[in-house]
């Protein structure tokens, strides 16, 4: 079972071999855990979206269409993600600004790395698109055409919008 | 300018991901300008951080909480695959005989209600046809429907009424015969009774007055004595009637 392709146990999943789940989450729950935690910079919530994604899985399992598993599995935590900000924005929707979301988070950062929590502070003070531009492509090392699939644009656009996001942080980064 | 330029495309020079006309035209300004030469090395640096970020990993909770998760959904899924199955396939073969069921008994329904329409709608259209026929201009066409109306029950007053008349008010005497020896099939009806006397005091014809005496007496109608005697006593009334007469008055006696 171990060599089978993401795509051939998902097809499995989809047919009701709902334990071969754990060898999926083998493979990719550390990535999406780092996914959000990068987005929200939270370890809590970060574990119960990841856990969400793995439920998600199942409940639309009949959903997958013999695609490229990665790109899936990308596009469930991007909706997750989504809903999750959607939620929380409401919930302060006065007191802080829409793509600060999170910033306010970094002060019960666990992180030990002044250089960590440097960068996560600039991380978060980007827009929301552009900093999940950043995590997919530099932290997750999701090829620019995948993106491009999984957030349903074109490869050259992800690659302009990245680098733009990219020269961005780098100067939020230098300046404070 | 040119530098800004050149400075947009250090991160896609750094990638390899430039075309190589970019990718030249980089390499040629990095040549002669140590500005962005020295951004170049603070992309790099930049870059460094980042990729030297270490994946973090999360804790166990993760993983206990999936494995119960992933428990809990298999359980949810098996004992409805297993006791389901049977119960479906039993279910959608009472759909199929249901549906059967309901198309043969509609078939047969509709078979039934078609057939009690059409032996009605026989049975009144044949009533019609005769009470036409009754009134038809040709002598032997009402012959024919009175001897037709034999066929309908006693309760069919309007078959009654209508022979009735014609053995009153037919110009033909072969039809009002045939009127009266039908309507004697009906004789346990009162007026079928009445008319049978009324005919024999007013029916000039010797045929149908013969014929009316043969049904009274055969039907022992004894208040037709008095409509005997007086055509005994008409001098009229031509010999062969009498002697008919006074051949069936005995039986009345």
């Avoid at chain 1, 146990?9 to 999926?24: E, K, N, T, V, Y």
Wanted: glycine share 2%; hydrophobic share 40%.
């Amino acid at each position: 079972m171990k060599h089978l392709t993401d795509e051939e146990i998902m097809l499995q999943i989809a047919d009701g071999q709902l334990q071969l789940l754990s060898i999926l989450f083998d493979r990719y729950h550390v990535r999406i855990y780092n996914y959000f935690n990068k987005m929200v910079h939270n370890k809590m919530v970060s574990e119960d979206l990841t856990q969400d994604v793995f439920l998600k899985i199942i409940k639309y399992k009949t959903s997958y269409k013999n695609g490229n598993f990665a790109a899936w599995i990308y596009t469930i935590a991007r909706n997750i993600f989504s809903s999750y900000y959607q939620r929380v924005k409401k919930e302060r929707s006065n007191e802080i600004n829409d793509d600060l979301l999170a910033s306010e988070e970094t002060t019960v950062s666990e992180s030990k790395q002044e250089e960590l929590d440097h960068l996560q502070k600039a991380l978060l003070k980007l827009k929301r698109s552009e900093r999940e531009l950043i995590v997919m492509h530099r932290f997750q090392e999701i090829k620019y055409e995948q993106i491009a699939q999984i957030i349903g644009s074109s490869e050259n656009a992800v690659k302009v919008k990245t680098h733009r996001a990219l020269k961005k942080l780098k100067e939020i980064y230098f300046q404070a | 300018m040119k530098c800004n330029h050149i400075q947009n495309k250090l991160i896609g020079f750094l990638e390899n991901s430039l075309s190589e006309v970019a990718n030249s035209e980089v390499k040629e300004h990095l040549k002669s300008c140590t500005n962005c030469n020295k951004e170049l090395e603070d992309v790099k640096s930049f870059l460094n951080i980042l990729d030297n970020q270490k994946t973090e990993i999360p804790s166990n909770n993760l993983r206990d909480n999936f494995n119960k998760m992933l428990a809990s959904e298999m359980a949810n899924a098996s004992p409805k695959v297993i006791p389901l199955k049977p119960q479906q396939d039993w279910k959608s073969y009472l759909k199929v005989a249901a549906s059967i069921v309901i198309v043969i008994g509609a078939f047969l329904f509709g078979k039934h209600q078609s057939n009690i329409t059409k032996i009605a709608s026989v049975k009144n259209e044949h009533k019609e046809q005769v009470l036409a026929l009754l009134e038809n201009t040709s002598a032997s066409k009402r012959i024919l429907a009175v001897t037709n109306a034999e066929e309908f029950t006693k309760k069919d007053t309007k078959i009654i009424e209508a022979l009735i008349n014609r053995l009153f008010f037919d110009k033909n005497a072969n039809v009002r015969s045939a009127a009266a020896e039908t309507l004697a099939k009906f004789s346990s009806e009162i007026i079928v009774r009445d008319a049978l006397i009324k005919a024999l005091e007013t029916d000039k014809n010797t045929t149908v007055q013969i014929e009316l005496i043969q049904i009274l007496a055969k039907i022992q109608e004894k208040r037709a004595i008095e409509s005997m005697k007086k055509l005994l006593e008409n001098e009229e009334t031509p010999q062969y009637v009498k002697q008919q007469v006074e051949l069936n008055l005995p039986s009345l006696l």
